[in-house]
């Protein structure tokens, strides 16, 4: 028999059922008011960890973004959490807001932008040999800052280390996501983002085994180990080892932060003259030639207006011209950039006769060339330049803007084109070697991006309206090899910068010696 359709309101009797089924239907409601309220506290959480001061200017979200402390966290945000929120967000109800938030992400970072952030986040603490703990808490190089890591955060970073093989650099960074895990926050990253805290004590108890003796956790606990601790961790994957291995991790964590730094800090490898240079400890030479004075030699111009200029070396020259930009060119300059939405990645070697793309790693500004006098600011920071120079500049009006990323840097390079790789019509087509570079600093920086010659320990921080110029080639055309330099990573701030490179047939009749 096909089943036959109630009818209700043919008895008040009948309809008595109604109540019933009403009734349970509004249990059911109240069971899925209390998972909707869970969801909804959990994002009102995720929207308060949203939250920062509103910033009105170009000049205060340039700020912001600045500090890696806010750019990474943002980019990893971006990258690896908003995805997963939009999915739980869908689990509730697809509305036309969850269509558009999946619009906008698809042209949010890459996994490759976040490489590129990972590794200009992991230059920054090798460069100036950070501590992670330090980090997570707000401080660079001394100095403490607002801004804070998070347990995904700090995952991420380990995570990059492990897949890099460094182990070493991957262990405190592990520890620090799981003491961060455990505030309130923590029951979110699990039910949302799926970074529970076992994942993290497995992928840290594997971590430490990799990083072997004597690494801190070895040192902390010399007699407590379990003799079978290193086959339990290898095999943490297993279920019936974690509870082993999470014991001794309880205990090992237990311990002085403090203390297992110190023990690490005395397994570190010595710091390269580079990184010294970079970190500020080489002394500032002072010896009688090197000298500041105004500069009223090159042009008649001069003679009403010298400019400030401070000797920083002979052989190959380095001087350093203080105040010579003024704030309405960098300006205009800035936002002609802003507003060009087609600027282009620069190169780590951005040499006349190289153009083979780097590794992604070295993929660390943006590039934006003002061609021609097109620019009003152009003819007149071109004779500024030929002023402070000497050198003949006309037929060479390019001027290059470049501007520098999360951890931005520029390794170790010379300007000039090695002889050996010079092609046969390189002084026909390219106008000869570079015999001299210009950096014009269109920025302050808070902290790092100083331009370092490891060979002759000197060592220039940028200031904004400074110009640092110094020679490539010496006075036989001939390539200088103390001319070798390097950008230190940038660690706090947004780096701008113009430069140029001045040829060497250009100046026939500056610099007869060399034609």
Not at 282 to 308: D, G, H, I, T, V
Not at 334 to 349: E, L, S
Not at 500 to 509: D, G, S
């Amino acid at each position: 028999m096909e089943d036959t359709e109630m009818i209700y309101s043919s008895s008040v009797l009948s309809m008595v059922k109604l109540l019933e089924m009403e009734d349970s239907l509004k249990d059911n409601l109240e069971s899925y008011v209390q998972v909707m309220q869970t969801k909804l506290d959990s994002i009102k959480l995720f929207q308060q960890m949203l939250q920062r001061e509103t910033m009105t200017t170009l000049e205060e979200r340039e700020e912001f973004m600045g500090n890696p402390l806010n750019a990474f966290p943002l980019l990893r945000r971006l990258n690896q959490d908003w995805p997963k929120w939009l999915k739980y967000l869908r689990t509730a109800i697809a509305t036309k807001t969850t269509n558009a938030m999946e619009k906008k992400l698809k042209s949010g970072p890459s996994n490759e932008d976040l490489q590129v952030a990972l590794k200009g986040f992991a230059r920054i603490e090798s460069f100036y040999d950070q501590e992670a703990a330090d980090m997570a808490k707000g401080d660079l190089l001394g100095q403490h800052f607002g801004s804070q890591l998070t347990a995904p955060d700090c995952f991420a970073l380990a995570d990059f280390y492990y897949n890099q093989t460094q182990f070493a650099r991957c262990t405190p960074w592990y520890r620090t996501a799981l003491r961060i895990h455990q505030s309130s926050e923590g029951k979110l990253y699990e039910k949302v983002l799926g970074l529970k805290r076992k994942k993290i004590y497995k992928k840290y108890a594997k971590a430490l085994v990799m990083e072997g003796k004597p690494s801190a956790f070895y040192l902390a606990m010399p007699n407590k180990i379990n003799p079978e601790w290193e086959t339990l961790a290898n095999q943490v994957a297993v279920e019936a080892n974690y509870r082993s291995t999470k014991d001794a991790i309880d205990e090992y964590l237990a311990g002085d932060a403090d203390i297992l730094q110190q023990e690490a800090a005395k397994h570190k490898p010595k710091p390269s003259r580079l990184e010294r240079g970079c970190r500020g400890q080489w002394q500032r030479k002072s010896s009688p030639p090197l000298a500041c004075r105004y500069n009223r030699e090159y042009s008649a111009f001069l003679l009403l207006a010298p400019l400030k200029m401070e000797v920083l070396n002979q052989q190959p020259l380095i001087v350093l011209y203080h105040e010579v930009l003024y704030e309405k060119e960098l300006r205009a300059m800035r936002d002609i950039a802003n507003k060009n939405a087609t600027m282009q990645d620069g190169w780590t070697r951005m040499h006349f006769d190289q153009r083979v793309k780097p590794e992604p790693e070295d993929r660390v500004l943006k590039l934006h060339i003002f061609q021609g006098n097109s620019e009003s600011f152009s003819p007149s920071i071109n004779r500024r330049i030929a002023d402070m120079t000497g050198l003949e500049v006309q037929g060479n009006n390019a001027l290059h803007l470049s501007n520098y990323g999360l951890g931005g840097y520029f390794n170790a390079h010379y300007d000039y084109v090695d002889l050996t790789k010079r092609p046969a019509n390189y002084f026909t087509e390219r106008g000869g070697d570079v015999l001299a570079t210009v950096l014009l600093y269109a920025s302050d920086v808070r902290l790092g991006g100083a331009v370092v010659f490891p060979k002759l320990k000197i060592s220039v921080e940028p200031k904004k309206g400074n110009a640092l110029i110094w020679d490539n080639l010496n006075n036989a055309g001939d390539p200088d090899k103390l001319s070798k330099h390097v950008v230190c990573p940038v660690v706090m701030g947004s780096r701008w910068t113009i430069y140029k490179w001045i040829n060497e047939q250009q100046q026939m009749l500056k610099r007869p010696c060399l034609a």
